[in-house]
């Protein structure tokens, strides 16, 4: 059952520092990417590895091996129904975000049709991981441990997330370091999150 919340103005987002996160119980840390805007910098956080990060450095670390997520389970609901859920994510700036199977304009859809060619980018020579085990570790990252500033209002009541991404062994993506999650704030959806070059919105 979803909690009441204060919703605080979307230009006050930027001043809002995220707090914990929880998406289909899988722990990653992430940075940003571009097709859609990303965040800054962020509080200290702990990567999957289960180092602590620096203040400054909320970054979406990608373990090379693991579980397949969503899961088989997870994606065959989607079938049935586009408001089916694929993760949920606790944020500071909006309390519950969903990320919904969704259709070509959002959800995980979108990001399937729009971006898996690059999120396979970022994941090629990097382990045995899927795209879509890359993107939803970057997520969770992103909306539960903004850096610094973020999130930041995205326009159209939209909200942007960004953060850095690496690889449980140190390395991080050749070409696409850093990924982008764009958030509506008056559904609490995720649009979309893609990997970017660079680490603004």
Not at 62 to 77: H, N, S
Not at 113 to 140: E, F, P
């Amino acid at each position: 059952m979803a909690r009441k919340r204060t919703r605080p103005a979307l230009a006050g987002l930027a001043a809002v520092i995220a707090g914990g996160l929880v998406a289909a119980g899988v722990v990653l840390t992430t940075e940003r990417s571009g097709d859609d805007p990303a965040p800054g910098s962020g509080p200290t956080a702990t990567t999957a590895t289960g180092a602590a990060e620096a203040p400054d450095e909320v970054t979406v670390t990608i373990p090379r091996e693991g579980p397949d997520l969503p899961g088989a389970d997870v994606l065959d609901q989607c079938r049935s129904s586009s408001r089916q859920v694929v993760a949920r994510y606790e944020t500071a700036a909006l309390g519950e975000v969903v990320l919904q199977c969704g259709t070509s304009a959002q959800g995980y859809e979108h990001i399937r049709v729009r971006h898996t060619r690059d999120w396979q980018d970022v994941v090629a020579g990097h382990g045995s991981r899927d795209w879509d085990d890359a993107m939803l570790t970057a997520v969770q990252t992103a909306l539960g441990s903004p850096r610094d500033g973020y999130p930041v209002d995205a326009g159209d009541g939209k909200v942007c997330f960004a953060a850095p991404v690496r690889f449980d062994d140190g390395s991080r993506p050749d070409d696409e370091p850093f990924v982008t999650v764009i958030v509506s704030a008056t559904t609490d959806r995720v649009i979309t999150a893609y990997p970017t070059r660079d680490d603004g919105c």
